[in-house]
């Protein structure tokens, strides 16, 4: 299983909007609503911020959303802070009862 | 809070054998599946493995099939990866993560991590 495909950087100045791609296939992102996104900040453990597709735990800030279309999730982070700044991964279920990443995405705040 | 938290991590020599321990302190630990997940030094998350609540079906990442096993005990809340015929590839941060309420495939809660290093 090869993993998501994520830009490796996307940056962006304090109140605006940004985009996180992950790019699947149909054997992952394309046949199951099973994409969660993680955030990661250096030397910590990931933490859980979307999952099934768009559905933000209790605690996360509303600020953050996702969507899918086709063989491409996607996660948005709106008003921008600098609290954002961090690594960014996708995870999708990949069928026989596996999971696959993606790359990875660093998010800086400019 | 619950919290899940790794040991056993550590420097191996190739081709050696180790085994990871995760402890869960939650109530309802043998409700829960529980996944492994790797992150080599500089690189990305990896997922690796994953046991069902009573321990009797698992599942493994292609690069550790056949090398690595998983297992549990829901009488001490802790799950288990035996890895054997460990190669450089293999040093990584081990993660031990707890899957969400209702949602197998979603990782809800993660522990900190363990350090596993094969080198000679």
């Known amino acids: 299983q090869s993993a998501l495909t994520q830009p490796a950087s996307v940056s962006g100045s304090p109140g605006q909007s940004i985009t996180v791609s992950c790019i699947g296939t149909s054997s992952d992102i394309g046949s199951h609503n099973i994409v969660s996104w993680y955030q990661q900040y250096p030397g910590k453990a990931p933490e859980l911020v979307i999952y099934e597709v768009n559905n933000r735990p209790s605690g996360v800030s509303s600020r953050f959303s996702g969507s899918k279309s086709g063989n491409t999730a996607s996660l948005t982070i709106s008003g921008l802070q600098a609290e954002d700044e961090g690594d960014y991964y996708c995870?999708?279920?990949?069928?026989?009862?596996?999971?696959?990443f993606g790359g990875g995405t660093k998010v800086t705040v400019l | 809070e619950v919290q899940v938290v790794e040991s056993g991590g550590g420097l191996v020599q190739p081709g050696g054998s180790l085994r990871l321990s995760c402890v869960d302190s939650g109530i309802s630990f043998s409700s829960y599946w529980m996944h492994w997940v790797r992150q080599a030094p500089g690189k990305g998350l990896v997922w690796v493995s994953r046991?069902?609540?009573?321990?009797?079906?698992?599942s493994y990442a292609g690069s550790v099939k056949g090398r690595f096993t998983v297992s549990r005990d829901n009488a001490k809340n802790t799950v288990y990866l035996e890895m054997n015929s460990l190669r450089a590839e293999d040093t990584a941060v081990y993660y031990c993560?707890?899957?969400?309420?209702?949602?197998?495939?979603?990782?809800?809660?993660w522990g900190q991590g363990t350090t596993v290093t094969v080198s000679s």
């Open positions: 046991i069902n609540s009573d321990g009797s079906s698992t």
């Open positions: 995870c999708s279920y990949a069928g026989g009862s596996t999971l696959v």
């Open positions: 993560a707890r899957q969400q309420l209702y949602n197998y495939y979603v990782m809800g809660v």
